[in-house]
């Protein structure tokens, strides 16, 4: 009887150390505001293939599938690019940034693809995704349909395009890497809707850059509600916000956290835009 009691005693202290081991993690962030302690795991990530167009169109256009109005208003600049499906991941990559770089040769010239460097230009860009290249499945991936599935491709705003490339080529090969983001200022948070539908733009994002998690609180009865994307990076709730001094709590791609607590007070309106603590 002895042993077994034992052996019962072991499996129910196994079984509580292995709950808490499943906490999850905004559990976690709730009680560890970790986003300034926590080292990013983003890095400068291996170089990598795709290739380059561009496209036409102004600050308010370039934004489009992510949510960003005006990507200068917004602080982006024009310095965005359009990623294909296979890295838009349903908004998830919105407001990362990467390193592109030039690498055209003679033989991807003659295969029709361009080799159109721009030597005069800058040897790379840094640019910010700020929308969606859709695919065009009634031309092949490599002639016409750039942005297809399985293809990693960038569409870039023409402004970042000639920086590294020239305008007759049309498309370049390129070599890309994931990079930290550099933002002035904090995340900001921009609420429109109506008391029964809110939804939150979440923009100027440093670090990661790409928001994959949001989460609101109020200084009475809302307690913490996690959102749901609604596109790009807008995040919807149907919970009641009116009323109350709102805390945001973001979760970026490297599995860091950024709690903004209290940014929006109680007499807030909607269409107001409110600034948090950003990234290290």
């Given at each position: 009887m002895a042993s077994s009691s034992i052996i019962l005693l072991f499996l129910v202290a196994f079984a509580i150390r292995d709950a808490h081991a499943s906490v999850n993690s905004w559990s976690y962030a709730a009680h560890n505001n970790i986003a300034g302690r926590r080292r990013s795991t983003l890095a400068f990530s291996p170089w990598?293939?795709?290739?380059?167009t561009f496209y036409e169109g102004g600050s308010g256009t370039f934004g489009g599938a992510c949510g960003y109005e005006d990507v200068v208003k917004d602080g982006y600049g024009m310095d965005t690019a359009a990623v294909s499906t296979s890295m838009f991941k349903g908004g998830e990559t919105c407001g990362g940034c990467y390193e592109i770089r030039c690498v055209a040769s003679d033989s991807s010239s003659q295969q029709g693809q361009g080799g159109g460097c721009n030597k005069g230009g800058q040897s790379s860009i840094f640019v910010t995704a700020t929308n969606l290249c859709p695919p065009n499945y009634n031309q092949a991936?490599?002639?016409?349909?750039?942005?297809?599935?399985?293809?990693?491709?960038?569409?870039?705003?023409?402004?970042?395009?000639?920086?590294?490339?020239?305008?007759?080529?049309?498309?370049?090969?390129?070599?890309?890497?994931?990079?930290?983001?550099?933002?002035?200022?904090?995340?900001?948070?921009?609420?429109?809707?109506?008391?029964?539908?809110?939804?939150?733009?979440?923009?100027?994002?440093?670090?990661a850059g790409n928001v994959v998690g949001v989460q609101v609180k109020g200084d009475d009865k809302l307690k913490w509600t996690e959102m749901k994307r609604n596109w790009g990076q807008k995040w919807e709730t149907n919970a009641m916000l009116v009323g109350e001094s709102l805390t945001f709590r973001v979760r970026a791609s490297d599995e860091r956290y950024s709690t903004s607590w209290h940014v929006a007070p109680k007499n807030w309106q909607f269409g107001q835009t409110f600034e948090g603590k950003n990234f290290n």
């Open positions: 990598k293939q795709a290739h380059a991936g490599d002639n016409g349909g750039w942005c297809n599935p399985p293809r990693e491709h960038f569409d870039l705003a023409k402004p970042a395009f000639l920086k590294i490339a020239q305008y007759k080529t049309g498309i370049v090969p390129v070599q890309y890497r994931r990079v930290p983001c550099k933002k002035q200022g904090g995340i900001r948070y921009t609420i429109t809707g109506n008391p029964y539908f809110n939804l939150v733009k979440v923009w100027n994002v440093g670090g």
